[in-house]
């Protein structure tokens, strides 16, 4: 179950870069201890809150049982002030609105959002650049390199603002900015031609709801 939790993070990882951070509800509606185990909980909680900070925005959890308080009570401590302060109990699919809007709130929590998946079965062949070791190590070599350039770059826009200024930070048109840009824009690409060797396709792959920038691409997008 670990595994497919991680599975699932990575591939939000991936494919949320376009639309900043996300809203994560869990429905814990119907909770006991036969059912949700303490370990599984608190792995879920640190994926999402803290190995995965910079995909996710805050988690909203929709518990209906007083045994989840005490539940609770034993995980809180496990976590620092920042990473509680991001995490949202709800007790009824209502509450939820307060915090998501009805056209992103699915439909079985009383939203508008009906989008769903089918579950397409995996190819045989989908994930053969994994056993490329030529083309992983050369995608490797330019992925290390895209690195070393973007510190490169970074270091000097962050010299130049040093002597000229906190004012140029919002110069989109400084040499130093586009040049920090540009390496930024060119480790991305190197990032994602490396996924192709290290990460396995995904459902959102095989629906064609991914773009060329490995993107997911939401309904509004698609239309």
Partial sequence: MKRYLVSKFEAMQMVTRKHMRITMIYDFTGFCMDNTPFS????????????????????????????FSNFWGLIRPFLDANLSARIIFVKTADEVRRFVDDDQLPAELGGKNTFATDFVRPKEDENMPMFDLDGRRNAEDVWRKNIGDLEVATQAWCKHIESAGPDVITDPTNPYTVERDTAGAKLCQAELELSKYTRSCNIYRRLGLVDSEGCLLLPQDKN
């Fill in 40 to 67: 599984m909980v608190y792995f879920m909680v640190l994926l999402g809150i803290k190995y995965y900070a910079e995909a996710s925005g805050v988690m909203i959890l929709l518990v209906d049982s007083w045994l």
